[in-house]
């Protein structure tokens, strides 16, 4: 369905774009008769990507300037329809939730015209063109992927998961005191396992042999970790204790003791990760410069839901382990893989989790007094938990800049003073946050709200915009930083009646 934006804001938003370079959120075409193919390779692309703006009726910045560029729709309709209609039948799975809105404008001959611009979300599915290929979006153009990519893709959305995938452990690993815990609080009778595994979907037939799942080696094995490492995966957890708020690169790792490797099977992971936290949060901590001991103040029922989801939720194809970090001031929890399905940092505390790995979440929830309930609450758990403490909340972040792609949750030991609140709901509202709001909503004056700022920025808990002079910074939450220009203006811009 189209929308028709208003005149003011459409010519806000077209001299945005007219400066615009294409980037991997933005293109924009004529729509000579060439253009429906790579047009739905576009839309394609950008789905499997990070979603963006695709632009038709204006020309190539490298082919004209200014004004010179807009051609309009009207310029070939035909093509148009032709893409709408392929839009809805050409693309497997369809994208979902794309958008179609209308911008009038002034042509470059002087007349009066359309341009559309397609906005395309960024999926939790893996699309494909019919009969075609599967597109990904580079920097500014398309790249057909290859079977590779393809597959990695899948993992890192949560269409294919690691755990319902058959692997080459003998039965006999898996008959374990893990095993039967499960099989008793399960009512389940007989004696073969495999054939048990089997009728319950944790094992399948390869050819005529049946072998186990690995959602069974994680829930059952004495060392599953051990045992996947010859595919080329693990499922340990490790966990680190370090001095002071950060970590130290020299010789000597500023580590209080020598990490600790938690293995075992998933619920007793759970378990022993989270008994051996808390243990050593109880020991407190001994602030030098003032010699006054204080402690740390996470709630229990926190650490081990971020624990749990962690374990659940991880991407188990990845050759990488959770990774837990104490500091003086936080716990950093660290999960291989990215948030699949449509779930993001900035959702999760409205949308929840979502399960990666349901074999995993299912089984799980059946052993005596088991780590989770499998009802979707536990992140909004935290979030309530930690605000009634009067802690800051769970802050998550999605980290792609390393090796190995990981989801960290940050749970703070500090206090978040009264004014955090409408800190939070400011930039949750308008984006980010100046020197001047805050002393607009708090009733600070400047040196005081610049002191409360830097204080935040020192804490992690607000980025400062780099591409901003010191005299007009702006702050924004972690989650958010790195919003650009690509954006090309919030679906906010149409309320904002300054534009008309």
């Keep these: 369905m189209h929308e028709t934006l208003p005149e003011g804001v459409s010519r806000a938003l077209l001299r945005l774009m007219l400066q615009a370079p294409e980037t991997q959120r933005f293109e924009c075409k004529r729509v000579s008769g060439k253009m429906v193919g790579k047009a739905l390779e576009t839309i ?46 050409h693309l497997q799975p369809a994208v979902e939730d794309v958008k179609l809105q209308r911008l009038p ?16 979300p960024r999926s939790d599915k893996v699309h494909s063109i019919l009969e075609g290929s599967t597109w990904m979006r580079g920097q500014a153009s398309n790249r057909m992927m290859n079977a590779a990519e393809i597959t990695e893709l899948s993992y890192r959305r949560g269409v294919r998961s690691a755990e319902s995938e058959p692997v ?89 003791k020598t990490p600790r490797t938690i293995s075992g099977p998933l619920y007793r992971q759970i378990t022993h990760a989270h008994a051996y936290l808390m243990d050593e949060l109880a020991e407190g901590l001994t602030l030098a410069a003032s010699g006054f ?56 505390q409205r949308a929840g989790s979502f399960s990666r790995n349901p074999l995993l979440a299912r089984n799980l929830r059946e052993f005596p007094d088991p780590p989770n309930v499998d009802a979707g609450e536990g992140v909004r758990m935290m979030f309530s938990v930690m605000k009634a403490s009067k802690l800051y909340p769970p802050f998550y972040a999605e980290l792609k800049e390393q090796a190995q792609e990981a989801i960290m949750v940050t749970l703070r030991n500090e206090e978040s003073p009264p004014v955090w609140e409408q800190v939070s709901d400011w930039i949750d509202r308008h984006g980010s946050i100046g020197n001047a709001d805050l002393c607009q909503i708090a009733s600070l004056d400047t040196l005081r709200a610049s002191k409360l700022l830097k204080r935040w920025v020192d804490q ?25 220009q690509d954006d090309l203006l919030p679906d906010e811009l149409k309320d904002d009646q300054s534009l008309e």
Aim: hydrophobic share 40%; glycine share 10%; with cysteine.
């Design 460 to 484: 992690g808990v607000l980025v400062a915009d780099p591409t901003k002079a010191k005299r007009n910074m702006v702050y924004y939450k972690p989650l958010q930083d790195g919003i650009t």
């Design 44 to 89: 394609c692309a950008m789905a499997n990507t990070e979603g963006g703006s695709l632009l038709l009726g204006m020309e190539d910045p490298a082919k004209a300037k200014g004004a010179d560029r807009l051609y309009g729709i009207g310029e070939n309709p035909e093509a148009v329809d032709e893409l709408l209609r392929k839009l809805e039948s």
């Design 293 to 348: 001991r204080t402690v740390h103040r996470y709630p229990e029922r926190v650490i081990k839901e971020a624990i749990t989801n962690a374990v659940i939720h991880r991407d188990y194809h990845l050759n990488r382990d959770i990774r837990i970090r104490i500091f003086d001031n936080r716990i950093e929890i660290e999960s291989p893989g990215l948030f699949a399905g449509k779930i993001s940092a900035a959702t999760i």
């Design 105 to 120: 404008c002034t042509l470059r001959d002087g007349t009066g015209g359309v341009l559309l611009r397609i906005i395309v």
């Design 168 to 256: 080459d452990v003998d039965f006999a690993l898996l008959d374990t005191d893990a095993w039967r815990l499960f099989r008793q609080a399960r009512g389940l009778s007989g004696s073969d396992l495999p054939e048990q595994l089997a009728r319950i979907g944790l094992a399948k037939k390869v050819g005529n042999e049946l072998k186990p799942l690995r959602a069974a080696v994680l829930l059952f094995a004495d060392e599953p970790g051990a045992l996947l490492a010859a595919s080329g995966t693990r499922a340990d957890i490790r966990v680190f204790h370090y001095r002071g708020n950060k970590i130290e690169e020299g010789e000597v790792p500023n580590l209080k």
